[in-house]
């Protein structure tokens, strides 16, 4: 088995994320050619590379990602940093020959999205993106279903992601809630993800309408490093500069029509993600939060045709690579080391396995119009 240098850059919580799943590739896919060894970890906040190097094994730790661009060592890069950060660090680690792993959204707007992909097809190496819920097992048994039309013909989907995590009112203004670090708010955070599994399960968007609104103006500056959702009781407070909701009319090539909600301050909400999806003759739900279920309703009596739930199995997705029967219970950690794997195997056969660059790029339009449509108040085609 070949050792492949891989460092991360940007050491929050993703980047932790990131580096378990690095860890446990061997444990899950033990016939995967490559294996991870953990080079280098770069954060800038003082003493935090230091302690993922000492608590994961990285060789080395640094609080400049330049220094992992020029290290030989390094083969491929996770980049979790900062949103605003990711087409300078992207493009700078493609240059420098690293394949690439990369936190959705990708940038600021498309064109970052779309200068990262043109890196990374330049180079020649791999590039991957961190849309994980379509690797969920019971998501991509979801698209088999509807692609084999077991469901009829799509006629309409409705996709949510509301969390809680930005309700509080004493969370601190940190660089996701101003436009020139952040970019957007929950369009970049949150929608970016249903507009991915828009994709993924029904095809290409052709037109939509979006409103956005800013439910939580203010918010107080932080006075230290931040890590997640701090709250600080700091005195001095400064405005939120992006939105915190998000509502799209979406009309799909196929002629479906879509509703995508996404909304960070709702109260009561913790990671409530999921889609329903409805056709001629069926229906299928998935619910974030019961990951490992789908809820289908299948059949010929189209009225109070009944439903019922199903459990992913080692036939469904990589169900197999965690767990050895149905029912028993995958997790979000799960998901990222699928994502690594299809990143290593891309890596090793030299071609793209799992969410790429170019999905991301199609993913960043989609945003950047329904932040048009909201600004505009018209339908916006793609």
Not at 155 to 176: K, M, N, Q
């Amino acid at each position: 088995m070949e050792e492949l240098g891989v460092a991360v850059v940007g050491f929050g919580w993703m980047g932790r994320v990131h580096t378990r799943a690095y860890a446990r590739l061997p444990h899950h896919y033990p016939r995967l050619p490559l294996r991870p060894r953990l080079v280098a970890v770069a954060e800038e906040v003082p003493g935090r590379a230091e302690e993922a190097a000492g608590q994961f094994g990285f060789a080395t730790a640094t609080r400049d990602w330049r220094d992992v661009a020029a290290d030989p060592r390094v083969r491929a890069v996770s980049v979790t940093a900062p949103n605003f950060l990711h087409r300078r660090i992207g493009v700078a680690m493609a240059e420098a020959g690293k394949h690439l792993w990369i936190e959705k959204p990708v940038g600021l707007s498309a064109g970052d999205a779309r200068a990262v992909a043109d890196a990374v097809a330049r180079a020649g190496v791999q590039g991957a993106v961190g849309f994980n819920y379509r690797n969920a097992p019971a998501v991509e048994k979801a698209r088999d279903l509807i692609a084999a039309g077991g469901i009829g013909a799509v006629t309409h989907v409705r996709i949510r992601l509301f969390s809680d995590y930005a309700a509080h009112p004493e969370t601190a203004l940190t660089w996701r809630y101003e436009r020139e670090r952040g970019g957007s708010g929950v369009l970049g955070d949150l929608a970016s993800h249903g507009a991915d599994l828009a994709r993924f399960l029904l095809g290409d968007i052709t037109a939509l309408t979006a409103d956005t609104a800013v439910f939580v103006p203010e918010r107080a500056r932080p006075t230290g490093a931040t890590a997640g959702d701090t709250r600080t009781g700091g005195a001095e407070r400064g405005p939120v500069e992006n939105e915190d909701y998000v509502g799209c009319l979406l009309r799909f090539a196929s002629g479906a029509r879509g509703v995508l909600e996404a909304c960070r301050v709702s109260v009561g909400e913790q990671n409530a993600y999921g889609f329903e999806v409805h056709g001629t003759s069926g229906a299928v739900f998935w619910d974030f939060r019961r990951m490992n279920e789908l809820v289908v309703s299948r059949g010929t009596s189209f009225q109070d045709q009944p439903v019922s739930t199903v459990y992913v199995g080692p036939g469904d997705g990589e169900f197999a690579a965690f767990q050895p029967g149905a029912a028993n219970a995958m997790g979000y950690d799960d998901l990222k080391v699928i994502e690594a794997h299809r990143f290593l195997r891309s890596i090793a056969e030299g071609r793209p396995y799992g969410a790429t660059l170019a999905d991301a790029v199609r993913g960043a339009v989609v945003l950047d119009a329904m932040a048009e449509s909201a600004a505009s108040g018209n339908w916006v085609h793609l």
